[in-house]
């Protein structure tokens, strides 16, 4: 049963990276969000979490200081709860 689990999660890991990789940063960063806040205990949501970390870092030296915030407030926020 659990390998059920880990071959989606992995699927919507590589979904994530491959929205990433064609531009699309707000599908990429909704995936990486929901593998986080849904699936903590798992790697996929452990490299999602460095992913979107890595992606703040990115906004920011583009100075997109408001996505860069969203990012970091977001994960933020999961932490506290």
């Not at 790697?43 to 920011?60: D, P, Y």
Request: aromatic share 8%; charged share 30%; net charge positive.
């Amino acid at each position: 049963m659990a390998e059920q689990k880990v071959m989606p999660l992995s699927m919507m890991f590589r979904m994530a990276e491959s929205w990433q990789k064609s531009g699309k940063m707000h599908q990429a960063v909704d995936m990486y969000f929901r593998l986080v806040k849904d699936f903590p205990d798992t790697n996929e949501a452990g490299k999602s979490q460095e992913r979107l970390l890595s992606l703040a870092q990115e906004l920011e030296k583009k100075g997109k200081v408001y996505e860069t915030l969203g990012i970091c407030e977001r994960l933020t926020t999961r932490s506290a709860s």
